[in-house]
């Protein structure tokens, strides 16, 4: 895959999160990046963005992911993805309120539309099932 790829900036993304490499997830992200999902989740700008992955990879421990069907359309990436983890830190959910760490296995399917720009994801809007994960830590 060539380094500007859309499959390529994505797939590398996905492999730096395993990681929980910060760094390396944000070097995937346009300055400008506009950030999506469900319960109001929103983040504009490489900034925000950063502060909002570094909280969801402090909340979370060990596990792994995987691409369970991927397509590519152009400069667009769809991506159904399947996340088993522990809850180990305080997490901030999209409302503002905190949850501190339950211990619990969290398993999420999300389904991720990533839009590449000039080799940087510029637009990644998420989808999964917000009630199905507030159950898993406690919450409902």
Known sequence: MVE?????????????WDRK????????YANDVVIRGPGGMH????????????HLLG????GHSEVLQQFVDGDYVITEWRD?????????LATGDSVEATGRTVTQ?????HHVVNGKIA???????????LQQIGQL
């Open 84 to 92: 088993v983890t522990e809850h180990t830190g305080s997490l901030t």
């Open 43 to 54: 983040a504009q700008g490489a900034d925000a963005a950063r502060e909002m992955f570094g």
């Open 109 to 113: 399917e999300i389904v991720f539309i």
């Open 123 to 133: 637009e990644e809007t998420a989808y999964f099932d917000r009630h199905a994960f």
């Open 59 to 62: 909340a979370y421990d060990g």
């Open 4 to 16: 500007g790829d859309p499959r390529a900036v994505v797939t590398a993304m996905f492999a730096a």
């Open 21 to 28: 490499d910060l760094e390396g997830v944000m070097a995937r």
